[in-house]
C-alpha cells in the first residue's frame, strides 16, 4: 500500500528547515552577495575607469544606461524562461555567462566596449536573481517565506556594500580591470558548488507535472520518507494562460502595473545614489574620492542590518506596511543632502539610511512579489515587474550624470533622492493582495 500513498507538497515543505535547506540557502546567499557586489561596485570606480578610459566622468553614464538596459530586458526575456525550463538550469546558465562576459570586460579599451559588455552581461544578470529568489520561495515553508527572502536580500545588500568598499582597493592595486577581474572570478569559481549541489524547485516539479522519482530526488534530505510516496500534489493552481499573460489577467493587472511602478522608483533611486552619491561628494561637497567612498560604504550597516529588523516587522504590522514604512523613511531621510556643509557624519547618515531603505527595501518588495503570484508565474512575476520597473530606472544614472555636468545643487539633488522612494511607497499602499499567507 506504502506505493500508493499520496502526499501535498506544501505539507512536505513544512517540515523542520534543516541543514540541507539551510545549505541551499547559504548558497543562493552566496550568489545573491556576489551579484550584489557586480551591480554597485561600478559607482564606486567612475573616478578611475573614466581616467583609464581617457574620458570625463559624466560620459560614463552610457556605461550605467546600458547596463540598466541589458538587466531590464534579462528580467524580462530571459528569468521568465525558468517558469517554462526550471529554475536551475537558467540560474547555472546566467551565472556562466556573466562571469565570462565580466572577465571579457577587463580587455575593453573603450567606453563603448565597456557598455557593450556591461549590457550583454547584465542580460544574464537578469536571469539570476529573480530565480534565486523564486527557487528559495518555492522551497520554504509558506509561514516563513517571505522572511527567508528577505533575508536572501540581506545577502545580497552586503554583496553591494562590499562593492563599495573593496572595489576601490582594487583599482588602487591592479587599475580599473581589477574590480571586474573579482566580478568575474568569483561567480565562476562557485559554478561547480552550484551545479553539483542546487536542486530544483520541489514546487515547479510538482506544479509542472515532473516525473515523480525527480520531486522525491529534490525532498528525501527534507523528508525521508519521500522515496516511498507515489504521488505529489499541489493546491496551487496549475498552468492556464502562458505567464507572461497570466500575470496581466484574472484580476492581476492593477497590481502588476503598480509593483512596476513601485520598482522603477525604487530602482531609480537605487542605481542613481548608488551610480553617483560618491562622485557628488567628491565633486558637490568636496571630499576626496576614496573617502567618499568609503563614507559611502557604510550603507552596508543600513542594507545588512534593516532586513533583520524587517524580520520582526512582518508579523507585527505585515509584510505590505513593512515594505510601504521602508519607502517613507527613504524619501525622508534622502532630504539630508540639503543640510550645507555636508558633513561625514551626514555623509554617513545618508549611506546608512539607503542602505536599509533603498537597497534593504528590495528584500521586501521581492518577497511581496514572490508572495502576490503563483508558482507557474513566479519567475515571470519576477521577472517582468523588475525588468520593466528597471526600464523606468534607467533614466537614475542619466538623470544623475546630467546634474554633475549641469552643477546641479544640493537641492535638486536631494529632491531626485527623495520623490521616486514617495511615489514607489504611494504605490505599494495601492497594491491589494488576495491573500497574505503566500
Not at 529568489?133 to 553591494?160: D, K, P, T
Not at 588602487?172 to 536542486?199: E, T, V, Y
Not at 549641469?406 to 495601492?430: D, E, H, N, R
Request: net charge positive.
Amino acid at each position: 500500500m506504502s506505493a500508493e500513498r499520496t502526499a501535498d507538497i506544501e505539507d512536505l515543505l513544512d517540515r523542520p528547515f534543516g541543514s540541507w535547506r539551510l545549505l541551499i540557502f547559504l548558497l543562493c546567499g552566496v550568489v545573491m552577495a556576489i551579484e550584489g557586489f557586480d551591480m554597485y561596485m561600478l559607482g564606486s570606480i567612475v573616478p578611475a575607469l573614466a581616467a583609464g578610459l581617457g574620458v570625463a566622468p559624466p560620459a560614463l553614464a552610457s556605461v550605467f544606461v546600458a547596463q540598466g538596459i541589458g538587466l531590464a530586458l534579462g528580467y524580462t526575456l530571459i528569468a521568465p524562461l525558468a517558469d517554462r525550463f526550471g529554475r536551475r538550469p537558467l540560474i547555472l546558465l546566467c551565472v556562466l555567462g556573466f562571469g565570462l562576459i565580466t572577465l571579457a570586460t577587463t580587455q575593453a579599451r573603450s567606453l563603448e566596449q565597456v557598455a557593450g559588455l556591461r549590457f550583454a552581461a547584465f542580460l544574464f544578470f537578469g536571469g539570476i536573481m529573480p530565480n534565486i529568489i523564486s527557487l528559495i520561495a518555492e522551497m520554504a515553508a509558506l509561514r516563513i517565506r517571505s522572511r527567508q527572502v528577505v533575508l536572501l536580500n540581506a545577502c545580497f545588500a552586503l554583496g553591494a556594500a562590499l562593492g563599495s568598499l573593496i572595489a576601490p582597493m582594487l583599482v588602487a592595486n591592479f587599475g580599473w580591470q581589477g574590480a571586474f577581474w573579482a566580478g568575474g572570478i568569483a561567480p565562476l569559481a562557485l559554478l561547480p558548488l552550484l551545479f553539483f549541489l542546487l536542486p530544483e524547485s520541489a514546487r515547479f516539479l510538482v506544479v509542472k507535472g515532473r516525473p515523480v522519482e525527480e520531486v522525491r530526488k529534490v525532498l528525501r534530505p527534507i523528508v525521508r520518507e519521500a522515496g516511498e510516496i507515489a504521488r505529489f500534489t499541489t493546491k496551487e493552481p496549475s498552468a492556464g494562460k502562458i505567464p507572461i499573460a497570466a500575470i496581466f489577467s484574472d484580476g492581476r493587472l492593477a497590481n502588476t502595473l503598480l509593483f512596476m511602478l513601485a520598482g522603477g522608483m525604487m530602482m531609480l533611486v537605487g542605481n542613481l545614489v548608488a551610480s553617483w552619491a560618491p562622485t557628488y561628494w567628491h565633486f558637490v561637497s568636496g571630499f576626496e574620492m576614496r573617502e567618499a567612498a568609503a563614507l559611502f560604504a557604510t550603507s552596508s550597516l543600513g542594507a545588512i542590518v534593516w532586513p533583520f529588523a524587517m524580520i520582526v516587522l512582518i508579523p507585527a504590522i505585515g509584510l505590505q506596511r513593512a515594505v510601504i514604512l521602508c519607502y517613507a523613511l527613504g524619501a525622508v531621510s534622502m532630504l539630508i543632502y540639503v543640510i550645507q556643509p555636508f558633513t561625514a557624519p551626514l555623509a554617513i547618515f545618508l549611506a546608512v539610511t539607503y542602505g536599509a531603505f533603498v537597497v534593504g527595501a528590495i528584500s521586501g518588495l521581492y518577497a511581496l512579489i514572490a508572495a502576490a503570484y503563483p508558482t507557474h508565474m513566479r519567475a515571470t512575476a519576477l521577472g517582468w515587474t523588475s525588468g520593466i520597473g528597471r526600464l523606468l530606472a534607467i533614466t537614475g544614472p542619466a538623470i544623475g550624470g546630467y546634474m554633475l555636468a549641469s552643477q546641479q545643487g544640493p537641492v535638486a539633488i536631494s529632491l531626485a533622492f527623495a520623490i521616486p522612494l514617495a511615489i514607489a511607497g504611494l504605490a505599494i499602499a495601492a497594491v491589494r493582495l488576495r491573500t497574505d499567507k503566500a
